[in-house]
């Protein structure tokens, strides 16, 4: 088969996935649905009754196979689709509401009214016209539902056939109304009471549908779903799926008087591996069909691939697969039965170039596949592994993400279990697949002081190259994280990236929990004495009494006041972790995932019961590290040192939006060594305030016997509660984004060594994920070895003074583009031609656009 | 009394860190101010005045007004949403810049001290020890201020920096002993090979150039000194001048590499920020082909030779 025909296949696969509208897949929820209502009367363990709906599943729903994929499946009746998650429900109201143009005009009327019964029973006229003053001086809107159905809409669409749009809105989604584990969450975490009365009502008044986090203060939220882990794919590819059907039916006949709880979960093991079972041996049977079906049609290349499949299919996953072919469809099969399981619930791939090594090995060893073939096959499961990462998400959100969270990381690199290098050929392949398939899926590079210096110089190549999906993991530091929270030597040698920068160990971290804190937030309840004051208006009482604004006299008593609502949000969040584990162990166990975890039928313990190992709890800290430092070191200095102005002056220009107050915004726009300069003081403030978090976390425990872990990782929330945020004092505006993850936000025109060490002041070996970004122009990596090499120091560097992780942002043409039209928001990205360096937002026009075709062209 | 050592006081415009192209390794590069030459095609033409100079630039002026009522000395106006300076009026005081929500008014060029640059170069050490990188000081021409350049070099060879200087060469011939002991590495640029071309295009003299070329060879051999040749489309590129150039460096004794620097039109920005904008001189792309064309013929005359782009 000649190379540009390749490339024309995994073109159009990508511009399927790229461009085609997804389709709504009902199948799932209908035969989910129908198993339930035939067992709600029956009195068998909820683990069972997840797996007995998962069977009919597996066992009825439409098996779609495409005869221009080499890899056969997919996860829905679909190819471009996405399935409901009906019992979990985190998106039921979405679909119940944005769906149907009328229901979502009933709703906003509804919000509209609960809005102002909120503000009525909790204001006063002049509280009221206070929130109507500050929020005119917004430049930006709060989110706003819209008024675009979701298949109308022009931010992510999703379509959905009208005979389905029907069932489901007048036959499935009223059955599962009170039922789901999101309304569980919901009404148990409400039960614990633990914010006043009023921000409950606020909080039913915001026009939000979706249940993806459950909003528990005005500065913390729970996932409303435990996800995040990855799936021990090694084995089940190795030994296949009857084998393990074998060993839960042993485990069942040694266990056969044990207690009743333990049968329980071994009843609804046998019952998930043989959904499992079945739905493989239909995709077989699938392929056999479209194999028939072809038979008469003259495309003989499509002819060819589905007898490849058929092979491979006979054999994966039901069998040890015996070739990279096979273990790459095994994985996706895999993939497809657990994913279908527990939608959107992340269980990325994990360290793909050593789980399919041995198998190209022997490949290439007996001459049956060459570098090229595999690559191809790789780029077109890192498409399909891509296609996965989308959710029917609201049109509040919409806005602020993309098509694909490219949250399910591949990892590369790295040590092997027993501590020596991993590199290999394939490492490489995956690099050049993922450059090539443009997959916009996420790729780990796992470095350490042993790794191969091509490792390093090929990553800086495809930087160098406008591709920004691949970012770098500092192993020496993620070592000392992991020995910290408790794992082996060898768990964390084998450590491998999950949700979006979250270290798991594939098979042993099961289903990490995700919560965040807002810091600016807590900041705000300091500031105000327990209240705070978002877009939307005042929440009285929603933190502690720490202190009126002008009764700090000293910078330290305000940073104990901030320290004591964190603590106290923290407590919060421990408390409604543990709410929200307890509901999904007590009503929605996870069979069909517990199975592909070690540990499991040892200890013949669901994963919602800790059968895993402990489970984290990951808190991510968000709104965020760098605007929360600034703005303290802000307060430190002019406030305490300076005594330009007083705190509560600074508060009265935040609440109007620094308007009107000159003199306070010009003093602290100007105040420099800001977070991200490279100034020890500032530096020392990002690191005592992280510090604090750190060990204020270790005091709790999960549900499942786990703890609570920091994560520095913002995804796209900053920009959400940006929106919702008024003016910080650090002199961010109303609206604004807040700086991502572990960025820096105020930014002197001091490139990246500043920025790299700011970062570093934080003590990582504390954090088991962060995100670090950088944006620069493909110039400032350069194109020759010896500039590429001087960017390998700059990354060496970093990882030595303590970094933990890095995604440089190589500044695409079209990001550029954008850059010039929100100047604001770009301000970072910098540009290196020859011995001239610039800022790409303080050029000319003209040289601005100059440098966007310099980019184009590379 | 003149403040000496660490004490010294300088022009400065920039600072800047991760420098790729002044030297080996990552390198932090300071730009003293002031400048005999008065090349049209200035990558930095904020550095050739050896004063502080006010910058205006348009497209992130929002026209509030704040800068002309700052101005004490009258010196500015508003004239169809845009700001125009007199000149002759302004003093480069800072009061319009210091009034300037936007960052549109700036100004450029600030006395600094030896320790105070000293410990903003020393600030990046780890990523210097990382590459085998250090300081640059370049401008303008540095040699310009010998007193604060060579308090500098001496300053940065007491921390242990490796430092290294860029010059065009068109400074007094006895300072040349002074800035060979003191920098570990000169970056030293040949712009034309002939005197009367090298005169009209840049206003320097051939004769101190080259004198101070030889020089330095001697005192620093080719570990210490590097050639540089910016690619000026149409005013060094033909084949002539390339030859010249070539000549020059054999007849003085080099051997070395050859850093090419290929002519970008970047700069244009800058001298519209300095209200010079109608000095400067687009010189038009540089094709590839006369890239390599280059490349062969100084590979042919002996010479290899490295792009900094």
Redesign the interface.
């Known amino acids: 088969m000649s190379r540009p025909h390749c490339e024309d296949r995994i073109a159009r696969i990508r511009e399927r996935y790229r461009t085609e509208t997804p389709f709504i897949s009902i199948q799932r929820a209908r035969l989910y649905t129908e198993s339930r209502r035939e067992t709600d009367r029956e009195k068998i363990s909820a683990g069972s009754r997840v797996a007995l709906a998962m069977k009919n599943v597996f066992e009825k729903m439409d098996i779609h196979v495409d005869a221009a994929d080499r890899i056969a499946g997919a996860w829905t009746e679909n190819y471009v689709g996405i399935p409901i998650d009906i019992e979990r429900g985190l998106f039921n109201q979405t679909l119940e509401v944005e769906l149907d143009a009328a229901a979502m005009a009933k709703r906003k009327v509804e919000s509209a009214l609960k809005f102002a019964r909120f503000l009525a029973r909790n204001y006063s006229i002049s509280d009221m016209v206070g929130v109507a003053v500050s929020t005119a001086k917004f430049d930006v809107p709060p989110p706003s539902l819209g008024s675009s159905t979701m298949d109308r809409r022009r931010v992510n669409p999703y379509r959905i056939r009208s005979a389905d749009r029907r069932e489901l809105l007048e036959d499935i989604l009223p059955y599962w109304r009170g039922k789901t584990a999101a309304d569980i969450v919901r009404r148990d975490v409400a039960a614990l009471r633990l914010c006043p009365d009023s921000f409950s009502e606020f909080i039913e008044a915001l026009p939000a549908t979706a249940r993806e986090v459950t909003i528990i203060s005005p500065a913390a939220a729970i996932g409303t779903w435990q996800g995040h882990l990855i799936l021990d794919y090694e084995t089940a590819m190795s030994r296949g799926l009857l084998a393990m059907r074998e060993d839960v039916e042993d485990r069942m006949r040694r266990a056969a008087n044990g207690p009743a709880k333990a049968a329980d979960f071994l009843t609804a093991a046998k019952t998930a591996i043989d959904g499992a079972v079945t739905f493989a041996e239909r995709l077989y049977a699938a392929v056999e069909a479209a194999l028939n079906r072809a038979g008469a049609s003259g495309d003989a290349r499509g002819r060819a691939f589905l007898s490849q499949s058929l092979a491979d299919c006979r054999v994966a996953p039901l069998h040890p697969a015996r070739s990279f072919r096979q273990a790459v469809q095994s994985f996706w099969t895999l993939k497809n039965i657990s994913d279908l399981a527990m939608p959107f619930n992340v269980h990325a791939p994990g360290r793909l170039d050593q789980i399919f090594l041995p198998y190209f090995k022997r490949d290439v060893e007996r001459g049956e596949i060459s570098g090229d073939e595999a690559r191809e096959i790789l780029e077109e499961l890192f498409l399909k592994v891509m296609s996965h990462n989308m959710r029917p998400g609201s049109s509040l959100t919409a806005e602020f993400t993309q098509r694909y969270e490219g949250s399910e990381p591949v990892t590369l690199g790295g040590l092997t279990r027993s501590g020596e290098d991993a590199t290999n050929e394939l490492t490489y392949i995956m690099l050049e697949a993922a450059e090539r398939s443009k997959a916009s899926l996420n790729f780990v590079v796992r470095l350490h002081p042993r790794s191969p210096e091509k490792l390093y110089r090929e990553t800086a190549k495809i930087h160098s190259r406008c591709v920004s999906s691949v970012s770098m993991m500092n192993d020496e530091i993620c070592f000392a994280a992991m020995a910290k929270s408790g794992f082996s030597e060898e768990d964390a040698n084998d450590y491998a990236i999950t949700g979006c920068v979250d270290m798991a160990v594939a098979g042993r971290t099961g289903g990490e929990g995700f919560s965040s804190i807002l810091l600016c937030r807590a900041l705000d309840m300091a500031l105000r004495n327990g209240d705070t004051k978002t877009a939307a208006g005042i929440v009285k009482g929603a933190g502690l009494r720490t202190g009126a604004p002008d009764s700090f006299k000293s910078f330290e008593q305000l940073l104990e006041a901030f320290f004591a609502q964190l603590d106290n949000e923290i407590a919060k969040i421990a408390a409604a972790a543990r709410a929200r584990d307890a509901v999904y162990a007590r009503i929605l166990p996870a069979p069909n995932i517990s199975l592909f975890l070690k540990g499991t039928l040892d200890s013949m313990k669901d994963m919602t019961e800790g059968g895993a190992d402990g489970g984290v709890e990951g808190v991510l800290l968000m709104s965020s590290v760098a605007n929360v430092t600034d703005s303290l070191f802000t307060i430190k200095k002019l406030v305490f040192e300076r005594r330009l102005f007083s705190l509560s002056r600074l508060i009265r220009a935040m609440d109007d939006n620094f308007k009107g107050h ?1 003199r306070v ?2 003093a602290v ?1 100007s105040l420099p060594g800001k977070w991200g300069n ?1 100034n020890p003081e500032s530096d020392d403030i990002a690191r005592s305030v992280t510090n604090h978090i750190f060990g204020e976390l270790k005091k709790h425990k999960t549900y499942k016997g786990g703890f609570l872990a920091p994560f520095i990782n913002s995804m796209t929330a900053h920009t959400i509660d940006g929106r919702m945020s008024l003016a910080t004092p650090d002199g961010r505006r109303a609206g604004m984004p807040f700086a991502a993850s572990c960025n820096p936000y105020n930014v002197e025109k ?5 920025v790299l ?1 700011s970062i570093a002041a934080i003590d990582f070996t504390e954090v088991l994920g962060c995100a670090a970004n950088i944006r620069l122009h493909p ?2 990596i ?3 070895d ?2 590429r ?2 960017w390998i ?2 990354i ?2 970093y990882f ?2 303590g970094g933990e992780q890095l995604q440089p942002t190589v500044a695409s043409a079209e990001m550029l583009r954008r850059a010039q039209k929100n100047p604001g928001a770009h301000k970072d990205i ?9 800022y790409f937002t ?6 601005q656009n ?2 966007i075709s310099r980019s184009e062209h590379s | 009394m003149k403040d000496c050592g660490a004490e010294t006081k300088g022009l400065i415009f920039d600072i800047q860190r991760y420098a790729l192209y002044d030297g080996p390794g990552i390198r932090t590069t300071v730009f003293l101010k002031g400048c005999p030459l008065k090349c049209s095609w200035c990558h930095n033409p904020e550095s050739q005045s050896a004063r502080a100079e006010a910058s205006y630039f348009g497209e992130k002026c929002v026209a509030c007004g704040a800068c002309v009522k700052a101005c004490a000395a009258g010196a500015l106006a508003m004239k169809k949403r845009a700001v125009v300076r007199d000149p002759r009026k302004c003093s480069a005081c800072g009061a319009c810049a210091a009034a300037c929500e936007t960052g549109a008014m700036e100004i450029i060029g600030r006395v600094a001290t030896v320790a105070e640059i000293a410990d903003a170069v020393e600030a990046d050490r780890p990523f210097y020890e990382e590459s085998g990188g250090g300081a640059t000081v370049s401008g303008g021409e540095p040699t310009t201020q010998p007193d604060f350049l060579f308090a500098l070099l001496e300053e940065f060879r007491k921390r242990g920096i490796h430092s290294a200087v860029e010059t065009c060469g068109a400074f007094n011939n006895s300072l040349a002993s002074r800035l060979a002991e003191l920098a570990d590495l000169i970056l030293f640029d040949i712009k034309h090979p002939d005197p009367g071309m090298l005169k009209e295009l840049t206003g320097a003299n051939l004769e101190v150039v080259e004198r101070n070329f030889s020089n330095l060879i001697q005192l620093k051999g080719e570990s210490g000194l590097i050639a540089r040749v910016p690619l000026i489309p149409g005013a060094n590129t033909d084949e002539s001048a390339i030859e010249g150039v070539a000549e020059m460096l054999i007849r003085n004794g080099y051997r070395g590499l050859i850093h090419l620097m290929p002519y970008n039109s970047m700069a244009a920005t800058k001298w519209l920020k300095i209200g010079r904008g109608g000095e400067y001189r687009n010189f038009g792309a540089l094709e590839e082909d006369v890239i390599s064309r280059i490349v062969n013929q100084l590979g042919e005359a002996g010479f290899k030779t490295f792009i900094n782009r």
């Open positions: 000159r915004r010009t726009l490279g001091n490139g990246p060594t500043g060490k110039s400032a350069g194109g020759s010896e500039t090499d001087k120091s700059l060496k560097t030595r003074l910098i540009v290196k031609v020859g011995g001239y360096s610039a303080e050029l000319g026009r003209e040289i100059e440098i």
